[in-house]
């Protein structure tokens, strides 16, 4: 065989190979890989994903809605669409990042509410146990309150009040973690810091009259049953059936040497830590969709 027929031959064999190749990356990238399609392919393509299940895909598709069309009727759709896929996909961080994009393009929407409502859930999901740090408890309380205050009549304002309670309840059972720990290793100050804490920022929580009783033991621990006595008496006005009151009552009449309410402290059995009742799935964006667009001219 001559050189140019070995030539010929290998330039041939690179030929048949390379489109092989090519179909090998395009059956990789999936859906998700950049092809440009027109936008009713591509966000019709999106929706079949999310319908099917497919979250997380279904995301990555409305982004490229956005990505290869920003400035059609599509664009702001896709963008919301975007955040609940993610949502749903359990991918708050993303979910998050989607919404407030949303809201920096579209501060004024009608959809914003909803927008604000999805960043709460995302980080109402991420709450951890009151044993645990407790940031995205925090951050969840920030936007549901950001949410109400600015769409008070919206209707998310409900639902975002009354998971506001529950985090507030979450945040107080935290430190009343820190407090009851703090009592049983007999750092009486710095627990009784905490118990005013839950008194004086969380007073409408379920741990309001628990928090007051550690305050009298606290107090006595102290060597201060003035204060104890003013602890016990607020809790008896506010809460005078409870246990917590007969409690505070019956140390009061004995008043205990610090020494022996340390131990008493020591020997309680740990309080079960406080739990956020599981989150509801949030429902889909409002179905309303904007005018399909023209198809585009061919050639």
Known sequence: MSNMTRIAAVLLAAALVLPV????????????????????????????????????????????????????????????????????????????????RFLTIHPGNKDAPYAHYLI??????????????????????????ELVRRYPESRYASDARLRMDLLNDHLAGKEMEVGRFYERS?????????????????????????????????YLALGIPQEAQKAAAVLGANYPGSKWYKRSYDLIQRHPPPQALQAQVRSEPRPAAAQLPPAQPVEQPPAETPEQPQAQPQG
């Open 21 to 100: 190749s090519g179909c090998a990356k395009n059956r990789v990238k999936g859906d998700a890989g950049y092809v440009a399609r027109d936008v009713n392919t591509l966000y019709a393509l999106a929706k079949k994903r999310l319908d099917q299940g497919d979250y997380e895909l279904a995301a990555k598709l409305f982004d490229e809605v956005e990505r290869q069309h920003p400035y059609s009727v599509w664009a702001r759709r896709a963008q919301m669409m975007s955040a609940f896929s993610y949502y749903v996909a359990e991918k708050y961080p993303d979910a998050i990042n989607s919404a407030q």
């Open 120 to 145: 709460a859930m995302s980080y109402y999901q991420q709450v951890n146990d009151v044993t645990r740090e407790q940031r995205n408890t925090q951050l969840a309380l920030d936007s549901f309150g």
């Open 186 to 218: 007999g750092h009486w100050l710095a627990a009784n810091l905490r118990f005013r804490k839950v008194v004086e920022d969380f007073q409408t929580t379920s741990h309001t009259p628990e928090a007051l009783e550690r305050m009298v033991e606290t």
